[in-house]
Structure formats: C-alpha cells, structure tokens
C-alpha cells in the first residue's frame, strides 16, 4: 500500500487528491505511517494523510481515527489498517 501511494506520488505532475464527505478536495503532499501506539505524534503530525495501523478493532480505533482527521494544517485524511490476516495464527506466514 505505501509502495502504491510513493508511486502514485513520483507519477503526478501535481498533488494527488481525495475527495472526502461533504464534496471538499483535499491535496495530498505529504503522509506519515505509525500504529495505535503512536496517536500521541500522529495527532500532532503536519501530513495530510496518516496511515495508522490499529492492533486490535473495537469503539476506540474508530473515535481514535476520527480525531486524527484535524491536524495542525486543517483537516486531513486518515487511512486504517487493521491486519486481519494476522488475527488467525494459520496466517502467519503471508506475514513472512
């Protein structure tokens, strides 16, 4: 997914944008990667995407990840990951 976004990046003349809820377009220049340990930086973070890697799904990801979409700069997109291949030990290998 980082490896997409960095391409997608070095591709484009311009900013890539997103369109997010209510018709506003936001220009993506910078982005930053960290997990649930690491909300404290990531809120104070000037990027204008996070990726935040959740280790366990429930009600505070989801307000956690909310709160992460205003930042220094005005708001901001936040993409989640939760590694639900990793939640079944059977799958520890497509981790390898």
């Known amino acids: 997914m980082v490896s997409?976004?960095?391409?997608?990046?070095?591709?484009?003349?311009q900013a890539p944008t997103?369109?997010?809820k209510g018709g506003g377009i936001l220009p993506i220049?910078?982005?930053?990667?960290?997990?649930?340990d690491d909300l404290v930086k990531l809120k104070g973070s000037k990027?204008?995407?996070l990726?935040?890697?959740f280790k366990k799904w429930g009600p505070k990801p989801e307000e956690s990840a909310k709160a992460?979409?205003?930042?220094?700069?005005?708001?901001?997109?936040?993409l989640v990951e939760?590694?639900?291949?990793?939640?079944n030990p059977n799958n520890i290998l497509l981790w390898r």
């Open 29 to 36: 220049r910078s982005f930053e990667v960290g997990t649930s």
């Open 18 to 20: 997103v369109a997010v």
């Open 47 to 49: 990027a204008d995407l």
């Open 51 to 53: 990726i935040v890697r």
């Open 68 to 78: 992460l979409q205003k930042g220094p700069n005005g708001r901001r997109v936040v």
């Open 82 to 87: 939760f590694p639900a291949l990793g939640a």
């Open 4 to 13: 997409l976004l960095f391409a997608a990046i070095s591709l484009t003349q």
